[in-house]
Every structure is written in structure tokens, then in C-alpha cells.
């Protein structure tokens, strides 16, 4: 299955991945919870995250929180959704990450000389 992997203080990237709870715990490094971003509604895709992140004291995630529009710490996943299921990422999005990676990078860097 095709995901958006963004580690926390990585770049977004493209990944393929075993469509499985294990697979997705491995990545936001524990119990996940799916939260809504600000490109797509939640019947679309969603953004999977550590569902005890903040308690874990998780670092904070700058490209996942651009992405989202609010706080989002340690490694998050972004995947396409059917129903009740996970499914590959939404090709638009998956076209986009380059694009994503400079526009939030900008967008880092002019808030970092703020």
C-alpha cells in the first residue's frame, strides 16, 4: 500500500507499505489514532499518529503539523481511506510530495527568522 511517511524533523516521503496495524504502530512508534488534515476530508485520507504522543513527550513534528494545521508530534503516516478501510494515498497527493516538502521547508525557514 502506498503512504506518506513523515518522521518527525524529516521531510514527507512516498513509502510502501504492509497494510497492517503492526505496520502502522512500527511507524508513529505506538497505539495510533487517525486525526483529519487541512487538503482533504476525512472520507478521503487521513493522517495517523502516536496516540500518546504528547504524553510520551514525542518531538514535535513540523512538516505533519503544516500538513494538519495544529500540533503534531513524533512520526505520523498519511493514508487513503475506503470506508472503514486504509488504502493507498490519494495519487494527488502522493504526485505532490516534492512540492509539499519545498512549500513547507519555505514556509519553516521564514518562521525560523521570525
Given at each position: 500500500m502506498k503512504a506518506l511517511r513523515i518522521n518527525a524533523g524529516s521531510p514527507i516521503e512516498l513509502i510502501d507499505i504492509v497494510p497492517e496495524l503492526q505496520s502502522y504502530q512500527d511507524i508513529v512508534q505506538g497505539y495510533i489514532c487517525t486525526c483529519s488534515f487541512a487538503l482533504l476530508p476525512p472520507s478521503q485520507a487521513v493522517m495517523i499518529v502516536n496516540d500518546e504522543g504528547l504524553i510520551d513527550g514525542l518531538p514535535e513534528n513540523p512538516y505533519a503539523s503544516c500538513l494538519r494545521g495544529g500540533l503534531i508530534v513524533g512520526n505520523a503516516l498519511i493514508v487513503g481511506v475506503c470506508g472503514d478501510e486504509f488504502v493507498d494515498v490519494p495519487?494527488?497527493?502522493?504526485?505532490?510530495?516534492?512540492?509539499?516538502?519545498?512549500?513547507i521547508a519555505a514556509l519553516l525557514d521564514e518562521v525560523s527568522h521570525e
Open positions: 495519487p494527488f497527493l502522493a504526485d505532490s510530495v516534492s512540492d509539499f516538502n519545498e512549500q
